[in-house]
């Protein structure tokens, strides 16, 4: 299976000042194509007798050389794939627009246009060499990283991008499943609001609610940001302050989420969590801002990859059973209010947590189910 490797770059100002130059190229390219993509739209809905083909992304780049490299010499000073790359990821988003393509229940939207600053990034291809903690691209050279890399790699491309003042390299390669020694067979994960996750053995984990517990500071950096003259370098700086501070909350999301699905797949045999439908939970405006911050889709994202990866199983049951409903002892099903943390079953007089109940429910409908 092939899985991406991400690191962060060990970079002086000149080599961070070439980087910027590749994604400012990039992004220059994309907003060039988008404009050219809305111009040929606008007319041939004016036009519906005489319309225009669509570009492909070969046919964007051979205009890009023919119209745009003349008259900006500085598409020069960088590696030519950037610009490449740039316009294929617009024809496969609008490709992806036009058939209606949907991403964790949301339908594609038309591409935007990208602006200075926000989610740089670019791709190069070429000869690409891995040393131990550095490594060689084309037109920027060598360039070193905090960590070890993987060894006897040599990865086609490599993405680059940057998150606040740092930035990243990311590629893909083949690994093989590396089987882990099980300390249980079956494992029921409740996903919540108050425990990020409770498991089916009893153990839970804690919701590390990031962006809750930083809302005063973000609040505070914010407003100092809001106050500085437009343009000028005190407000570059107190926007690197914010950019910085909105890191940190995905950095710690990213931790907790990454340790609990790396210690689910690599101890269980099989892991149940739910279907949930994240968009229609996002619906209820008095929870949308904590189920965001749990990160649900990020989740069950990693742990698809780990299972396959550690050699687990993971199952999936239907959003419409009522784990948080049904009492695990017999059976019975009842209401239960959001409020109320423990489930007192009026049938077998029962009394356990309201997520290790569900956990155990989600463990026992997939014994059920096999």
């Known amino acids: 299976m092939r899985i991406s490797f991400k ?26 194509g988008l404009a050219l993509f809305r111009k040929i739209l606008n007319y041939n809905q004016e036009n519906p007798e005489q319309r225009l ?20 010499p500085w598409y020069y000073e960088v590696s030519k794939t950037s610009p490449q790359y740039a316009l294929r990821h617009l ?3 609008l ?16 591409p935007k246009f990208k602006c200075k600053g926000k ?12 040393n131990h903690r550095s490594l060689q691209l084309p037109r920027l050279g060598i360039l ?16 680059i991008s940057r998150t606040a003042d740092r930035w990243f390299v990311a590629f893909n390669y083949e690994v093989e499943p590396t089987p882990q020694i099980r300390i249980a067979s079956v494992c029921g994960v409740d996903l919540g609001i108050k425990t990020l996750a409770t498991l089916s053995t009893g153990e839970t984990f804690d919701n590390p609610q990031p962006y809750r517990r930083s809302q005063a ?89 780990k299972c396959e990866l550690y050699g687990s199983k993971l199952t999936l049951v239907s959003r419409f059973y009522p784990s948080s409903k049904t009492c695990s002892c017999c059976g019975h099903i009842q209401d239960m ?20 109940n569900a956990a155990i429910n989600l463990k026992n409908q997939c014994i059920t189910l096999a």
């Not at 070439?18 to 994604?23: D, I, S, T, Y």
């Not at 492909?56 to 003349?70: F, G, P, Q, R």
């Not at 989610?119 to 891995?130: N, R, S, V």
Request: charged share 30%; hydrophobic share 35%; aromatic share 6%.
């Open 217 to 305: 500071r973000l609040a505070r950096l914010q407003k100092a940001a809001s106050r500085k003259v437009k343009g000028s370098n005190n407000r570059h700086k107190a926007n690197m302050k914010v950019a910085k501070q909105h890191a940190r909350t995905a950095n710690i999301r990213k931790d907790a989420l990454n340790k609990l699905t790396t210690h689910l797949a690599k101890n269980h045999d099989q892991i149940v969590i739910e279907d949930l439908n994240v968009s229609g939970m996002m619906a209820n405006h008095c929870l949308a801002k904590s189920i965001a911050d749990l990160g649900l889709y990020e989740f069950r994202r990693q742990l698809t990859y």
């Open 95 to 110: 490709t992806d627009f036009f058939k209606k393509k949907s991403i964790n229940g949301r339908r594609v939207g038309f």
């Open 144 to 159: 070193k990283t905090y960590e070890r890399l993987p060894q006897g790699l040599s990865p086609k491309t490599v993405v």
């Open 53 to 72: 083909k669509l570009p492909s992304a070969i046919d964007l780049h051979k205009l890009l050389v023919e119209w745009v490299k003349t008259e900006n």
């Open 337 to 356: 209010p959001l409020k109320e943390r423990v489930f007192d079953c009026q049938k077998c007089s029962a009394s356990i947590d309201r997520d290790l």
């Open 7 to 32: 690191t962060e770059l060990k970079l002086n100002n000149i080599q961070k000042t070439q980087l910027a130059k590749h994604a400012g190229v990039a992004r220059h390219a994309w907003n060039w």
């Open 119 to 130: 989610h740089d990034t670019f791709t190069l291809e070429g000869t690409i060499k891995i």
């Open 91 to 93: 024809s496969a988003a």
